[in-house]
């Protein structure tokens, strides 16, 4: 899988990355260890060597299966973790990502990022310029080679980087949920900041799998997703429908097409998780998935059938 730059940094990154919400087991149901080991080696093996965790997902719980998947390959992989919004202070931040160095039996973090700006989910608000200080003094310790931020608005994002080089956004961005191209992705081109996006496939919508009223576990996550509620959903269905035979041509599934979409917009890696090897598989071959102009175009007006809809709220979750 040919890697790509991340930022301005010396960091080569996969199209692709291995998300591991899932391996936390918090706020998902059904998920086994053994069965995250097993995918993230099979990730691994199908080329993905970009790993992306959070101290947040299971309280460190997502990282140590990392770890126990992957630490025989260390050096041919790329860890990206997150601080949550709750350790912004300096001497918070600077604890989180030493949690992190240990769960992910590693001495660096290749892209450290703030998971949330101060402030969400009513946590304290810390100046940005005293979390930054503190990722700038891991960075020049070599605990961590690059910043990332997660979940900032494009005037987030500059205010940021006034107190440090900042790689890469993580926002929530498929073919069904798009705010980062109005709001943040004209920054990230200017300055040459990579957009990691995370719930690639719409939190598995993009897979063609929910049937219309589909519902969800009350402790999993996407029983509270807005793109799984009411009309949102009937013209999701919808539109995944009208993809189906886009992805036939191409002999590939709608996953890798909903991907293949995804790593051909400006600066774009995605995330895809997954919860079993073959999952994993089917997302690294995204990426042999060859789209026209013509056809992104197609793709991306069948999305709109979905997104026109939305509020401006970037926020996935009625939390």
């Known amino acids: 899988m040919e890697k790509r730059r991340l930022g301005t940094s010396d960091i080569q990154i996969t199209p692709i990355i291995m998300g591991t919400w899932q391996a936390g087991k ?35 719980h997502s990282e140590q299966i990392i770890a126990a998947a992957l630490s025989d390959v260390r050096d041919r992989v790329e860890y990206a973790s997150k601080v949550f919004a709750n350790h912004l202070k300096y001497d918070l931040v600077i604890a989180a990502c030493h949690r992190s160095l240990k769960n992910l039996k590693t001495d660096y973090i290749d892209l450290y990022q703030i998971h949330w700006p101060a402030g969400s989910f009513n946590t304290e608000i810390v100046p940005i310029e005293e979390t930054m200080a503190a990722l700038n003094q891991l960075k020049q310790q070599g605990k961590i080679r690059s910043i990332g931020v997660s979940n900032f608005s494009c ?144 793709i991306d007006t069948i999305g709109s059938t979905v997104t026109h809809h939305l509020d401006e709220n970037p926020v996935m979750w009625n939390w």
């Open 155 to 298: 005037d987030q994002l500059a205010e940021a980087a006034q107190y440090g080089r900042i790689d890469s956004l993580q926002p929530p961005y498929s073919l069904f949920w798009r705010q980062v191209e109005k709001d943040a992705m004209p920054y990230c081109i200017e300055n040459n900041i990579s957009i990691l996006a995370y719930s690639s496939l719409a939190q598995g919508l993009l897979t063609g799998k929910f049937a219309p009223g589909h519902k969800f576990d009350p402790g999993d996550n996407r029983a509270k997703n807005k793109l799984f509620q009411g009309e949102n959903f009937a013209r999701a269905h919808e539109a995944v429908e009208k993809l189906r035979p886009m992805a036939a041509r191409h002999n590939c599934t709608l996953a890798q097409l909903a991907l293949a979409w995804l790593i051909a917009q400006p600066q774009t890696s995605a995330i895809a998780g997954a919860r079993y090897p073959e999952q994993a598989q089917d997302n690294a071959h995204a990426v042999d998935v060859q789209l026209s102009r013509e056809e992104l175009a197609e």
């Open 26 to 60: 918090v706020m998902w149901t059904g998920i086994e260890d053994n069965d995250s080991i097993k995918t993230i080696r099979a990730a691994f093996a199908s080329g993905i060597t970009t790993i992306d965790t959070a101290e947040m997902y299971g309280e460190g």
